[in-house]
Each structure stands twice: as C-alpha cells, then as structure tokens.
C-alpha cells in the first residue's frame, strides 16, 4: 500500500482497528488518544488566540477590507477536512458533501487571495515630484 | 514522513500568520499576501500526501473536480466584481465558509473512520461536542451571511427588521442548539444532526435579519469571526493543528474587527446584535423636527470658487460616495485642487462605509495615494486649521448633536470635527436624515453650504468649473 511509508502516528488507529482488540480496549484506547489531542488543540487554539490579537492589533486601519478578505480566504483552509471526505473511491453521501466542501472551499481560496491582491495592488504611495 | 508532514502544517500556519502581520503596512501588504497563497497550497499538497494514509481505497476524482470547478468560479468572481460591491462579495464568501463547515461535520459525523474519531454510530463524546460546535456556528455564518449579503446587495430591506418576541424567541433556539449537542452525545442518530443544522441555520437568519444596514460593518466583521470559530469546531473535530491556529487567527481578527467598529459608533457590541438601532429613532425625529429652517445652498460653481481659493481642504467621504460611485470624480477634482497648490486630505471615520476599511479601498482605487488618506485620530484636529470640509456621502459621523445631545441616539460617538473648518461643503441628494434618524444640526450652520445633488454629477460639474473641462 503507498500510504504505508507514512505510518507514523497513523499506525495505533490501524492496529486497534484489528479485530485482534476487543471492542472495549478500542474505545478505551482510541478515547484516551481523544482527551489527549484535546489538551494538545486547546493549547494551540488559546496561543493561536493570542498571536491573532497582536498580530490584528498591528494591521493598519487602511488595510482592514483586504484583512477581511485574506481571512476568509485562510479559514478556507477547512478545505483540508473537506479532501479527507471527497477522498474515497466510493461514492456515498459523505464523500458528495466533501466535493461540495472542496468545491466551496476553493472558490473561497481562490476568490479571496485574488480580490486581496487586487485590493493590495492599488495602494499607491504619492508619487515623488519630478 | 508523518512528522514531516505535521511540520508541513506548521510552516503554513506561520505563512498564515506572516500573511495577516504583512497587513501593517501597505509595502508589506503583498508579500504577506503571497505567504498566505502559498500557506495555503502547501496545506492542500500536504494533505493530499496524508490521505492515501487515511483513506484505503483513494479516488482524486471529486477532489481534482472540486478544485478545478471551485477554483474557475472563484477565479472568474475575483477578477470581475467591482470595489464598491466589495461588502457584498465578502459576506457571500464568509456564507461559503459556513457551508462548507456543516458539509464537513456532517461528513466526518457520517463516516468518523476516515477521521480517526470512532466508528459510524459510535463517535468519541468529545468529538461529538466539537463538531455539533463547528456544524452550528457553521450554520449561523451561512444563512447569517446571506442575509447580509441580501442587505448590502439590496434584495433585502436594509432597515431592521424587528417583531415581537424577537429576543426570547433566539435566546430559546441558542438553547435548543445546546440542548440538541448535548442529545447527540447520549443518542447518535443523524436526525439529531439534521434538527440542529436547521436550527442553526435558523438562527442564523434571525440573529442578522434585525440589524440595520449601516450597522453592516460590525455584522461582517462578526460573521468573519464565526466563521473563524467554526473552522476551530472542526480543526477539533479533526484533531488538526493547522485548522485550529488558522480559526483562532480568523476568530480573533474578526472579534477585534467587530470591537473596533463598535467603537467607532459608541455602541456596545450587544446593543448592535440585538439590533433595531435607527428604527424607533428615525420615526421620532421625522415627527419631531424643526422644518423651515435656512438653509445655505450652493451650486457647483460656487463650490469650486471656494476650493479653489483655499489653501487647504479636507476630505470627508462617506458611504454615499460608494453608492454614487463618485470616488473617480472626486480624485479627479482633488488633482485639480492640487493643481491649483491646495493641499488635500481625506479624513475616515471608523464606521464609513459598509466594511471596515471601505472607504480607503475605494479611494485606492481611484489611484489616491495612501499617504494622502487619513484615520479620525491623525487628521481629526486639522480641521480648525483647513479652510474647506468638503463632506461628500457622509453624515453621522460628522454630527455634532454626538457631542452635545446627550438625548441623541449618536450620542458619544466619535465624530469628524469638520464644523471647525472655515467653510463645510456638504453634498447631499435631499435635507433627509442620515442612517440613524437624527438630524444634522450642522446643514443649519452659518458655515455650512449645502451642494444638493448626486454626489458624481456634482464632482464633476466642479470639475468643469474649475477648469478641468476645457
């Protein structure tokens, strides 16, 4: 299978998807590893929270329609949930809504990154007298 | 590789952040956009690589698809859309946002395999918690935004729209929404999914149909943030660094995005969500105001002998002018001005236009310099030494019953001193009263001349008298 070189963090779901486990143990495990990203995204969202707060803090008045637009395009980057679910080779309703998303998604991506940068070209500073 | 590729989601995280700190300056403005261009592609790259990891039987099909359609439609809008429709487009992308958070909970509720959160019908509690969270927020963004969208584009009334029973009625549909995540960690069914999607979206539509139009900045700038907490929701969800850091940076733009537009109306945040501002105020004062009173107007010719012989002018330009489209105009009567050896300024207030920072992009893209354009603290004691305001779409903000009314509903706002100017130019299409019903004691100064008229036609007539028409 390609995606066995990157096994890595993956290989604990694979095992306990064996049906070697019992069910308990599954959960217990898959549970455990849950609580555990929980700690970890709550510290990354609570810092995340604060490089945000100083860094829009900076942004100069001016520049707070293209602030808007850049953001939407960045939170597009939910995108990246959205390719889990449009992946599988089956077609269900799952993998319909993941193409919806992809499709949203990168409008978005798209839409947002180039309005920014027609917004960001026209800022012109005054031209040096001759 | 695994490590490999979670460093890959670090290193568009910082492009993220490189990308929004680029924003303090207009010179780094389009660097920092190209970090955020390729923060994005190397996030798509990366999980494209994570994905036959996760995924056994892998098909590119709907992604290339996806992305290819996606990509054109988005592509195509960006180039064609015009400035002053800027609000509009950013309210509809925030809607996409919203919707492609509830496609993807609903997704990963369907089939919580894919995303290593359990299996169908058995989904971790926690897991459940955060993307009931990401499907509802999601929710409330995308009818929330399509409201706005509607309002700024002119489908929908502008106005609030108010009717009895309005609180209670949200406050017990944002309870159903935590009662309904609370059921569908004890029950999984996907009916409990679905009843809280529709709930959401309800709520979404309920929660901005009351707001008015002029109150539109703080709403988008809310609706960014929403948008940013649903990418949050989901990033949990998914147990994915990336979306998380990415929410909370969008998150926190938009909440300080909402403050600073609050701010700049003295309002608090819960007065403008709850909304109704304007609507009882404008019925008051249409019974109960002055009429008769002298009125100085102008025409075009004396508004350009005035400019002309000042020796400096301010510029005050408001939402009207994006209505009129007059930014080109207006550029080009200030270039004449500036011809003449006067010098010109353009004074912003916080809240001008619909969107944050509204005003300066449309200015920029009638090619005025930035360094000629200035925010309310930088330019606002300057007036007491300009001969000429010249007020163009603009009205609230520059009036002084903010100051001196405690009765007024504007009633410490930060205002534009322009009164303190020599002269106040002031075009208006009619005497009405501006977006939050009051009046505008200033059209009654002795210093106050009045330019009745479309606010292009009338730069333009300036033009010609100054001289420009040849």
Partial sequence: MPGDIFYGNYMPEKILNQPVLTEAATQAAQHAATSDFFITGLTVFVLACFVGYYVVW????????????????VSSVIIVGALIAAGPALINTSTILGFLAVVLASINIFGGFIVTRRMLQMYKKKEKKA | MTALLSFAYLVSGICFIMALRGLSSPETAKSGNMYGMFGMALAIVTTLFLLPNIIPQISYNLIIAGVVIGGAIGTFIAYRIQMTALPQLVAAFHSLVGLAAVFVAIAAYLSPEAYGIGVAGNIHGGSLVEMGLGLAIGAITF???????????????????TFPMQHPLNALLGISIVGLIVMLVVQQDVSIVMALTVVSLLLGILLIIPIGGADMPVVISMLNSYSGWAACGIGFTLQNPLLIITGALVGASGAILSYIMCKGMNRSIFNVILGGFGAEAGGASAGGSAVDRPVKSGSA?????????????????????????????????C???KKEGVSVRYAIHPVAGRMPGHMNVLLAEANVPYDEVFELDEINRDFGMS??????????????????????PIFGMPILDVEKAKTVLFIKRS???????????????????????????????????IGGGH
């Fill in chain 2, 301 to 333: 010719e004396d508004a350009a002998f005035i400019l002309k012989n000042a020796s400096s002018v301010i510029i005050v330009p408001g939402y009207g002018m994006a209505v009129a489209q007059a930014q080109h105009a207006l550029r080009e009567m």
């Fill in chain 2, 431 to 465: 005497m009405a009263s501006g977006y939050a019903g009051v009046e505008n004691e200033l059209f009654y100064r002795a210093n106050t001349m009045m330019l009745f008229g479309d606010a292009k036609k009338m730069c333009e007539l300036i033009v010609k008298s």
């Fill in chain 2, 143 to 161: 009818t929330g935004s399509i409201i706005a969208f509607g309002k700024l584009q002119g489908l929908i009334s502008g106005k609030p729209v």
């Fill in chain 1, 58 to 73: 900076r942004v100069t008045p001016a520049l707070h329609s293209p602030l808007m637009a850049v953001t939407n395009a």
């Fill in chain 2, 335 to 337: 270039d004449l001005l």
């Fill in chain 2, 387 to 408: 001969d000429v305001a010249f007020v163009i779409g603009a009205n609230d903000v520059t009036n002084p019953a903010a100051k001196t009314d405690p009765k007024s």
